[in-house]
């Protein structure tokens, strides 16, 4: 019943993601080569987030594993998990970006409106299938912010689109943290000052970039 389990959880989040990158590549107005590739890049940077999901449980229970390497890879994933392949993910992205093997802006362009695509269906599919109602939140800040990529997006240099972006989201999923017990992201409950740092960094980016911001 549990690997069952498991099973439908990680067929709904591909299933999402996919939903998503479909979404991107018809919603998108960039020429066709780029898109594939922006898409190759993120569809490589969330088969790594699962790699590094499985070596941060690894460190997590280390204890264990090294008694029992299958017992460890058997439990679920929890947030310690999640923040650490957050973590990893970021590192290696900037890593990329450094050394020339990944546009940073672009790929975030690309990432951010199939990460809220997947997340408004991901969320829908709990709403309506498995009656969560702690679902309706996340999915109304997704499709919220998904209104704002469309409205936003010729309006807006990709590195201006990519922090209205995040920082909505972030400051939308904030403001819920204070209406609901916890909040989620795909499943995985996140502390308040996750999505906190998304907002500090996104507009301390956005102030920075735009300096005539602090005197108005």
Do not use: C
């Amino acid at each position: 019943m549990a690997i069952t389990s498991k099973l439908l959880f990680f067929g709904i989040v591909a299933f999402s993601f996919l939903a998503g990158v479909i979404a991107f590549y018809f919603l998108s107005e960039q020429p066709k080569e780029q898109k594939k590739r922006e898409i190759d890049e993120v569809i490589t940077a969330l088969l790594n987030f699962v790699i590094f999901m499985i070596i941060g449980k690894v460190l997590i229970n280390w204890r264990i594993f090294i008694d029992d390497p299958l017992a460890v890879l058997a439990y679920p994933s929890n947030s310690s998990a999640f923040y650490l392949a957050v973590l990893f993910s970021i590192v290696l992205l900037v890593y990329k970006s450094k050394y020339k093997q990944l546009h940073f802006i672009g790929f975030s362009a690309a990432f951010l409106p199939i990460f809220l695509s997947a997340t408004f269906l991901y969320e829908f599919i709990q709403l309506v299938w498995k009656k969560n109602s702690l679902s309706l939140g996340n999915m109304l800040i997704a499709g919220l912010i998904l209104v704002l990529y469309l409205y936003l997006r010729e309006r807006l240099k990709s590195v201006h689109l990519v922090l209205a972006l995040l920082t909505g989201w972030s400051a939308g999923m904030l403001i819920l943290s204070y209406f609901q017990p916890f909040i989620t992201i795909f499943g995985f409950i996140v502390a308040r000052w996750f999505v906190l740092v998304f907002l500090v960094l996104s507009f301390s980016v956005m102030m920075i970039r735009n300096p005539g911001l602090k005197r108005q």
